[in-house]
């Protein structure tokens, strides 16, 4: 169930419209909650259909409102997004003000698997959904955000991005998000006719109660580590290695996603939430 965050009663998204991808469960759902909670109107994008409408309920009855709507898509598939887009654009009269690139999905496996045929197969998803799928999803987005009032892209991308073992070509689609953050600042800034689109990235590393801290991840991810879950995936393991002593939780990451959206000189930035473990000074 996700929970209120620090800014509850505060509404500080009033009148803003905004859409989450794979909003149906984990982060997404816990970000659709968050800007719902803050008086944000939220398109709850997921490609399964039945989490999508589960989540949005969820909100509305909540926050006794009707904030949220569901929309069934698959963001890896460019052709599928257009109904979707279409009906987004529809609800909210041609423009969104806030945007969440979350949906993304995990399959563990080393380098030299990847010739194995399944393994190849699983690899073309991965890029298909966490990399192509963000590409497509802001270039159906971008038209309705320069309608948008200071409007904002944000990518869920992940602190694996600088290289993780037995995970790279999850990793390597992360990594392409930074390209990606890059070529966005500069291809939606403002010009002359054009108002500027801020784009923000957000790397975060375990948080708790995700899909990553199921047994079926962590066994899988143990395997492509050459280990045992023990040694990867306990608590205490997984904690001694983070300066804060815990993993990331929800609504941390949907209070981040609040303030990028009010932090209106701020773009182009990366903020990496791993509790100071990926530490690189
Ligand atoms: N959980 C973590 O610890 C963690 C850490 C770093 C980064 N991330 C990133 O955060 C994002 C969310 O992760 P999560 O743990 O909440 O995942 P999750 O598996 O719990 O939820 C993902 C949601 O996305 C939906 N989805 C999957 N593929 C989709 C597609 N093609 N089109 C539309 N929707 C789709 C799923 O149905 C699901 O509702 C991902 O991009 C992930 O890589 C997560």
């Not at 009663?9 to 803003?16: A, H, Q, R, S």
């Not at 109107?41 to 409102?65: H, P, T």
Request: contains cysteine; positive net charge; glycine residues 10%.
């Amino acid at each position: 169930m996700p929970e209120k965050s620090r800014f509850s009663g505060k509404n500080l998204l009033e009148g803003k419209k905004g859409v989450v991808t794979g909003a149906g469960l984990g982060i997404g759902r816990q970000i659709a909650y968050t800007l719902a909670e803050q008086g944000c109107e939220v398109a709850v994008l997921d490609y399964k259909q039945e989490l999508a409408k589960e989540a949005a309920g969820l909100i509305n009855r909540e926050f006794n409102c009707k904030k949220a709507f569901p929309v069934v898509g698959d963001v890896s598939s460019q052709s599928s997004l257009k109904k979707p887009f279409s009906e987004i654009e529809r609800h909210f009269n041609g423009s969104i003000d806030i945007f969440v690139n979350n949906a993304g999905i995990n399959h563990p496996a080393r380098v030299e698997d990847l010739l194995d045929e399944k393994e190849a197969k699983a690899a073309l998803r991965l890029i298909n959904v966490n990399f192509l799928g963000t590409y497509w999803c802001a270039a159906f987005a971008y038209p309705l955000l320069l309608k948008g009032s200071d409007p904002i892209f944000i990518m869920m991308g992940s602190a694996a991005s600088i290289g993780s073992e037995g995970q790279g070509i999850y990793s390597g689609t992360k990594a392409a998000l930074r390209g990606l953050l890059g070529t966005l600042v500069k291809e939606w800034g403002a010009t002359s006719e054009k108002q500027p689109v801020r784009v923000s990235l957000i790397e975060p590393d375990y948080i708790e109660e995700t899909a990553l801290r199921s047994q079926q991840y962590l066994e899988a991810l143990a395997k492509s580590r050459r280990t045992t879950v023990d040694r990867i995936g306990n608590d205490a393991v997984a904690k001694a290695k983070v300066p804060l002593q815990r993993e990331g939780k929800l609504i941390e990451i949907a209070e981040k996603v609040v303030m990028m959206a009010l932090d209106t000189y701020s773009n182009g930035n990366v903020e990496i939430l791993s509790g100071g473990k990926t530490v690189r000074v």
